[in-house]
């Protein structure tokens, strides 16, 4: 079993910068992919940025060149540097693992509010 635990979500103003974090624990197996997916109130969840255990990243068109995604594989964590906030990034942000062998894994959330 893993364990995926979400910190620094919070309020912003728009313009504003926020970090996400993540941190991997319990029976770890090797992560092939982290990511970041977000639910906007009313909204589909949708992915925001993913890296792969080799460091391939992908994002949403709404976010590039704003977000940056990073992790840490020895640590097993992975970070979401958010710049130039939007009212519209406003959502809960979840944090999602998918290891190499098994079944994928949530965080609970994150609550990011941009105020315009």
């Known amino acids: 079993q893993v364990q995926l635990v979400e910190s620094g979500g919070g309020l912003v103003q728009a313009g504003g910068s926020l970090r996400l974090s993540c941190a991997a624990s319990g029976s770890i197996l090797r992560l092939r992919d982290m990511g970041w997916y977000r639910q906007a109130s009313g909204k589909q969840r949708e992915l925001v940025a993913v890296i792969t255990y080799s460091g391939t990243t992908n994002y949403i068109e709404s976010v590039e060149g704003r977000f940056t995604i990073s992790r840490d594989n020895a640590k097993n964590t992975v970070d979401l540097q958010m710049n130039s906030l939007k009212p519209e990034d406003t959502a809960v942000y979840y944090c999602?693992?998918?290891?190499?062998?098994?079944?994928?894994?949530w965080g609970k959330g994150t609550l990011v509010t941009v105020s315009s």
């Open positions: 999602h693992a998918q290891p190499f062998v098994g079944r994928d894994y």
